[in-house]
C-alpha cells in the first residue's frame, strides 16, 4: 500500500490514459465515417471523469478504442491513445491482450447480456485471475469469493454456482463489476452502468462504485446520457459533441458555469424535481446529430445552436480554448466570452390553475389482477402471483395521472388491464360511463376503442418495419374513424403536423427515422381517433434528453389543445413531477401513495416515496442529498408479506405490525393519502429531519433472485 | 428429472399407440389385396378369398388392430409375405445393419460439422468461412445418387482401391466390412454435413456478435479461448435440435445410399415392402421409425437441457 501512493504520485504527472489527436474512422460500404474526428483529453490516476452526450456523439467508441475494439471496420486512423505511456493503437495483439482485463477492465450497458448465459458466475468471475496471473482454481475461486462479498452479494459462496439468468439486474451488474474489479485495474470503463436499472438500484449500484473507486484507487472513464449520474459519481466531465469534446471541466466547473451551448441544451432540457408543466415548457435542442459521413467546415452544432452566427461559426474548425480564470475548465466555442451568464432553469411549480378539480373520467376501484404460476408445460405450482392487489386512483378529464414504480411493482399490468389485453381478476376500472376491467380488447365496441389509445416505450419494436408512417397512421385512421382512403391521407397529413413532422414522412419507413421521430409517429397513430385517454407506458425513457424534453412538450401541448386525459407511466421522478398532476406511487402491486403531484412531491411522503426521491439522480452538484440506499431484494410476489409489501426494505419500519397488519390508508388533504403505519405528522417531522438512519441490525430476508415468472 | 422422463415416456407410447392404428388404418383403405398381390393375376377368386380367411383379413379392422397389439406385446411382428419370413426375424437383422451405417455416419458428421462450422462462423465472412460456406453448399446440393455414383466411378473403376457394394457379406470380392462401409457413409457424410454446416455456422456468426463475447475478449482472453470457453457451447444451443433429427434421417431415410451400395439396410427393406404391400413389415418398420424419432426427441431435449441452464429451471 506504501509504494501504491508514490506510484500514484508519480503518475499523476504523467497521465493514466490520455487521446492525443486521436482520429477513428469506420470504414463503411457508403464511405470512411469518421466518428471521432481529433480528440485530445486525459485521465489521471485514480481520476474519474464523466463522458456525456446524446447518443452518437462517439461516447461508447471511445469506451472501446482505450481497450482497442473497434471491430474490423473500425481503426485509429491518425494521433494516438496512450494509456501509461504506450499507444493502445499501434500495441500488438499480445500485448493488446495483457492490458485488456488486467489494466483496463470494462463493466457493460446490459449485465444480462454481457454475462455468458451457460457458465456459472464463479467461472466467469475465476477466468480472469487464471488469464492473468496464472492462479489456480482455488486461489482464483477465494478470490472471486472475496470480489463477490466486497460487491456486497449476501452469500457470496452461493452467488459463485449460480447463472447468469438467476440474478436480478442489480445483482448481475454487480457481479460485472466484480468481475471487471478483480485484477485491480488501474482505469475502469463504465459504459452506461446503470441504464435500465430501477431507480433504487442504480442509486445502490452508484454507492457501490464510489465506494470501491477509493478502495482501489482505480480511475474511472465513466459513460453516461444521465447527467445525474455522472455527478454522483465523477471528479471531471466532458461533454461529448458528434465525436468532438465541446466541453470539460471539474463537475462544478462545468454544471455552475456551462459555457458551450450544447453543455447549456443539456442542462436546460432535463426536468428537475423542481419544475412542473404550469410553469414553462422544457428547453429543446432542435434537429439531431449530424452524421459522421459528411462533416460540416466550421462547428458541428452550428446547425442545432441557438448562438450560432453565419461565417465566424460556419467556416472553420473551432479550437477548444480555455475557460478564463477557471484551470482546466475548457469549451470548444468561438462565441464563449460572449455568451450571457448561464442560469440553471430551476423555475418554480407554476401555479396549479384555479377551479382545477374536474371531475375523474378514469376511476380504478378495488383491482386485482392474479396470475397463476405454471413451471412448464403441465406444472402448475399452485402458486399465484398477485400483480395487482386492491388499486385504487382517478385521474380527473384532461389532466394527466402519473403512475410511477419499479420494476415489478403492478404499473406494466395496469397498462395492461386498461388497453384491454388482458383482464382484471376483480375490481372495476372505468372511463367515463364505460366499464373496462372485464372486458378483452377483441370485445370492446369500436367506439371504446376510439377512446382509449396507447404509446409504448420502445418505438423500434412497436412500428411495424416494413409498413410506411402513412400506412400505420392512415390504417388507424380507417379502422377507428371509418374514413375513406383519400380522407384518411388528408387526416395523415394533418396528424403528422400536428406531432409536428412533415407531411412527407408519409411515405418514409420507420428505419429511416430517428428514435424521437418515431415515438411521434407513435403518438400520430395513437391520436387517429381522438382517443379521450392516452396511456402512455414509459414513452421517453428510450430518448436522448433534448428529444425527451420535446416529447414532453408535445404530449402537454396535446392535451392543453385536446383535453385529452394521460396515464403517464415512468420510472423517472422528475418527469414525472414536471408532467402529472396526479401521482400514484405503486410497490408490489400496491399504491403506497396517491394525490395531487404537488402533495406527492412534498413531505409528508410514504417511506417509499421518500427512498425513491432520494435515489434520483440529480443533475446539480449542489444539491446530492443523503441517499435511502434500499437494502435487500423486492420480496417474491408469490408470497407476499400479510402486512405492508414495502416493509422487508422500508428504513422507517416501526415494528413488527409493519410485517404483520397491513397498514390503513390515512388521508389527508385533496384526496391525497399514504398507506402507512406512521401518522402523517410523524412522517412530516422524520423526514424534515433528512434521511433515516440505516437499522444497524436488520433483518434481511434471505436474499433471492427476483422470482422468474414465466 | 423423473417427472422429465415420466412425461416423455407417457408421449411415446401415446404416439406409438397413434401411429401404429394410422398405419393399419391406411393400409387397409388402400387400394390392392394382398391375397390377391401373393397369389397373381391367374389364381382364382376361390382361392384368394382362402388365402384372405387364413390370413384372417375377412374380419373386421378393429376387430384385426387389437389382435395385432395384443400380438405385439407378446414380441409377435407378424409375418412377411415378402420375404417369406417372420418379421422380427428380418426386421432387426436390417436395423442393426443400417445402426452400424448410421452409427459411423453420425460419428462423422457431428464432430466433422462442429469444426466446419465454428470455424466457418468464428469470422463471419473470412476466407477460411466463405470456403467452407461453398463447400458445405455444394456438398448439401449434389443428389445422393449423383454423388455415390460420383464417388464409385472414382474409387471404384478408376483406383480400385475401394469395393463398389457394401452387402456386409464377407465373401463379397474379399473385401473387409470397414472397406465395404467408407464409401457409403462418405456418400451420407457429404450430403448430410452440408446441411449442418450451414446451421452450426449460422448459430455461431450469431453468438460471436453477443456482448458475453465482447466481455470475454475485453477480460483479456486469446482468441481460441474465447471461442472455445465461450463461443462453441452458446453456438451448439440451437443446431441440437437438428442435429439430433440426422438420426431419423440416417435410420429411415438413406434409401438411395442403400440401394445404390446394394447395402441390406432398413431403408432399403422399407422400400420393398411398401412396393410389395407387405403390410406386416411396413406397420412394423413405421413403429420402429417412430420409436426412433420420438426417442431422439428426447435425447435432443436432453441435450437441450445440458447446453443450456436456462431451460433447467
Not at chain 1, 471491430?71 to 499507444?87: C, H, K, N, P, Y
Request: proline share 6%; glycine share 8%.
Amino acid at each position: 500500500m506504501t509504494d501504491s501512493r508514490g506510484a500514484t504520485e508519480n503518475r499523476a504527472r504523467a497521465p493514466l490514459l490520455e487521446f492525443r489527436q486521436a482520429r477513428i474512422s469506420f470504414m463503411l460500404r457508403a464511405g470512411e465515417a469518421n466518428v471521432i474526428p481529433g480528440l485530445s483529453f486525459s485521465l489521471g490516476a485514480g481520476e474519474a471523469l464523466g463522458l456525456v452526450g446524446e447518443s452518437g456523439c462517439g461516447k461508447s467508441t471511445v469506451a472501446l478504442a482505450t481497450m482497442r475494439y473497434l471491430g474490423r471496420a473500425g481503426r485509429v486512423t491518425s494521433g494516438s491513445i496512450l494509456f501509461e505511456g504506450q499507444d493502445i493503437a499501434r500495441m500488438s495483439e499480445d500485448e493488446l491482450r495483457r492490458i485488456r482485463g488486467r489494466r483496463i477492465a470494462m463493466v457493460y450497458q446490459d449485465p444480462m447480456s454481457s454475462l455468458n448465459p451457460v457458465k456459472t458466475i464463479g467461472k466467469q468471475l475465476m477466468e480472469v485471475p487464471m488469464i492473468h496471473e496464472g492462479a489456480d482454481a482455488a486461489a482464483a475461486r477465494a478470490l472471486a469469493v472475496r470480489m463477490l462479498e466486497e460487491v456486497k452479494l449476501p452469500d457470496a459462496a452461493g452467488f459463485m454456482d449460480r447463472y447468469p439468468h438467476q440474478l436480478s439486474g442489480g445483482q448481475q451488474q454487480r457481479v460485472v463489476i466484480a468481475m471487471a474489479l478483480i485484477a485491480r485495474p488501474s482505469l475502469l470503463i463504465m459504459d452506461e452502468p446503470t441504464t435500465g436499472l430501477d431507480v433504487t438500484v442504480e442509486a445502490a449500484v452508484l454507492d457501490l462504485v464510489r465506494e470501491l473507486r477509493q478502495r482501489h484507487n482505480s480511475a474511472i472513464l465513466f459513460i453516461s446520457h444521465n447527467l445525474g449520474t455522472v455527478v454522483r459519481v465523477c471528479d471531471r466531465i466532458g461533454v461529448m459533441y458528434a465525436g468532438e469534446m465541446v466541453e470539460q471541466g471539474t463537475i462544478r466547473q462545468v454544471f455552475a458555469n456551462p459555457r458551450h451551448p450544447y453543455t447549456r441544451g443539456l442542462l436546460d432540457c432535463l426536468p428537475t424535481l423542481g419544475r412542473d408543466k404550469h410553469g414553462s415548457p422544457l428547453a429543446t435542442i432542435p434537429g439531431q446529430v449530424g452524421s459522421p459521413l459528411s462533416r460540416p467546415p466550421g462547428c458541428s452544432f452550428a446547425r442545432r445552436c441557438g448562438s450560432a452566427e453565419e461565417g465566424r461559426c460556419t467556416t472553420a474548425p473551432i479550437p477548444i480554448r480555455p475557460v478564463p480564470g477557471e484551470a482546466g475548465h475548457e469549451a470548444q466555442c468561438v462565441r464563449m466570452a460572449e455568451l450571457e451568464a448561464w442560469l440553471r432553469k430551476d423555475g418554480q411549480a407554476g401555479a396549479v390553475p384555479d377551479g382545477a378539480e374536474t371531475a375523474p373520467l378514469v376511476e380504478i376501484a378495488g383491482l386485482r389482477k392474479t396470475y397463476r404460476q405454471t413451471h412448464g408445460l403441465f406444472g402448475d405450482t399452485g402458486k399465484t402471483v398477485k400483480a395487482l392487489n386492491d388499486v385504487d386512483m382517478f385521474a380527473e378529464a384532461g389532466r394527466t395521472l402519473a403512475i410511477v414504480g419499479e420494476s415489478g411493482c403492478g404499473k406494466s399490468t395496469l397498462a395492461k388491464i386498461m388497453s384491454g389485453l388482458v383482464t382484471a381478476s376483480e375490481g372495476t376500472a372505468r372511463i367515463g360511463p364505460d366499464q373496462i376491467a372485464a372486458t378483452a380488447i377483441d370485445q370492446r365496441p369500436q367506439a371504446l376503442k376510439r377512446k382509449l389509445q396507447m404509446v409504448f416505450q420502445n418505438p423500434d419494436s412497436t412500428l411495424n418495419p416494413s409498413h410506411s408512417v402513412g400506412y400505420v397512421i392512415g390504417r388507424a385512421l380507417r379502422r377507428l374513424k371509418g374514413l375513406g382512403k383519400r380522407s384518411a391521407e388528408d387526416e395523415t397529413r394533418r396528424l403528422l403536423d400536428v406531432v409536428k413532422l412533415s407531411g412527407d414522412f408519409a411515405g418514409r419507413k420507420p428505419h429511416q427515422l430517428s428514435g424521437g421521430q418515431k415515438q411521434r409517429v407513435a403518438i400520430a397513430r395513437a391520436l387517429a381517433g381522438d382517443p379521450e385517454v392516452i396511456i402512455a407506458d414509459e414513452p421517453v425513457s428510450a430518448l436522448d434528453v433534448s428529444v425527451q424534453a420535446a416529447i414532453i412538450n408535445l404530449l402537454n401541448e396535446l392535451q392543453g389543445e385536446r383535453a385529452t386525459t394521460l396515464l403517464f407511466i415512468s420510472h423517472d421522478l422528475a418527469v414525472v413531477r414536471y408532467m402529472a398532476d396526479h401521482v400514484a406511487v405503486m410497490y408490489l402491486g400496491k399504491v403506497v401513495e396517491f394525490g395531487r403531484a404537488a402533495e406527492v412531491f412534498e413531505p409528508p411522503f410514504h417511506p417509499y416515496t421518500e427512498a425513491l426521491l432520494s435515489a434520483a439522480p440529480v443533475p446539480d452538484p449542489d444539491r446530492q442529498g443523503e441517499r435511502i440506499i434500499l437494502d435487500g431484494a423486492l420480496p417474491s410476489a408469490t408470497d407476499l408479506p400479510p402486512g405492508c409489501p414495502f416493509a422487508s426494505r422500508c428504513p422507517r419500519k416501526v415494528g413488527s405490525i409493519c410485517d404483520t397488519t397491513p397498514p390503513p390508508a390515512q388521508r389527508l388533504a385533496h384526496g391525497h393519502r399514504i398507506a402507512c403505519h406512521i401518522e402523517a405528522d410523524e412522517l412530516v417531522s422524520l423526514q424534515q429531519g433528512g434521511a433515516p438512519e440505516r437499522q444497524r441490525e436488520k433483518h434481511v430476508r434471505p436474499h433471492r433472485a427476483e422470482e422468474h415468472i414465466r | 428429472m423423473l417427472r422429465f422422463f415420466g412425461k416423455h415416456a407417457l408421449f411415446m407410447v401415446v404416439t406409438l399407440v397413434a401411429v401404429s392404428f394410422l398405419v393399419f388404418a391406411l393400409n387397409e383403405l388402400s387400394p390392392g389385396d394382398v391375397a390377391r398381390k401373393e397369389l397373381g393375376a391367374y389364381a382364382t377368386q376361390e382361392q384368394v378369398d382362402l388365402l384372405r380367411q387364413r390370413l384372417g383379413l375377412d374380419r373386421p379392422v378393429v376387430v384385426r388392430y387389437v389382435e395385432y397389439l395384443g400380438k405385439l406385446f407378446t414380441g409377435d411382428l407378424g409375418y412377411s409375405q415378402r420375404f417369406k419370413v417372420p418379421v422380427a426375424d428380418i426386421i432387426f437383422d436390417r436395423l442393426r445393419n443400417t445402426g452400424l451405417l448410421a452409427a459411423v455416419s453420425f460419428a462423422v458428421i457431428v464432430p466433422l460439422s462442429m469444426l466446419l462450422g465454428v470455424v466457418a462462423g468464428m469470422r463471419e465472412g473470412s476466407v477460411i468461412d466463405r470456403g467452407i460456406t461453398m463447400f458445405a453448399t455444394l456438398a448439401a446440393s449434389v443428389p445422393e445418387f449423383a454423388m455415390g455414383v460420383f464417388l464409385a466411378s472414382v474409387f471404384v473403376v478408376w483406383l480400385g482401391v475401394l469395393p463398389g457394394t457394401a452387402t456386409l457379406l464377407s465373401q463379397t470380392g474379399g473385401w473387409s466390412i470397414p472397406a465395404q462401409l467408407v464409401l457409403p457413409v462418405a456418400v451420407i457424410v457429404l450430403y448430410d454435413m452440408g446441411y449442418v454446416v450451414s446451421m452450426i455456422r449460422a448459430s455461431m456468426v450469431e453468438v460471436m456478435q453477443r456482448p458475453y463475447i465482447r466481455t470475454a475478449v475485453l477480460k483479456g482472453m486469446s482468441f481460441p479461448r474465447v471461442i472455445l470457453g465461450h463461443a462453441v457451447r452458446n453456438a451448439m444451443i440451437n443446431p441440437v435440435t437438428v442435429i439430433m433429427l440426422q438420426i431419423n434421417y440416417l435410420v429411415a431415410g438413406v434409401v438411395v445410399v442403400e440401394t445404390v451400395f446394394a447395402y441390406p439396410g432398413f431403408g432399403r427393406m422399407m422400400l420393398e415392402a411398401a412396393l410389395f404391400k407387405d403390410i406386416a413389415l411396413i406397420e412394423a418398420g413405421a413403429l420402429v421409425a417412430v420409436f426412433v424419432c420420438v426417442l431422439t426427441q428426447i435425447l435432443s431435449d436432453l441435450a437441450y437441457m445440458a447446453l443450456d441452464p436456462r431451460i433447467r429451471a
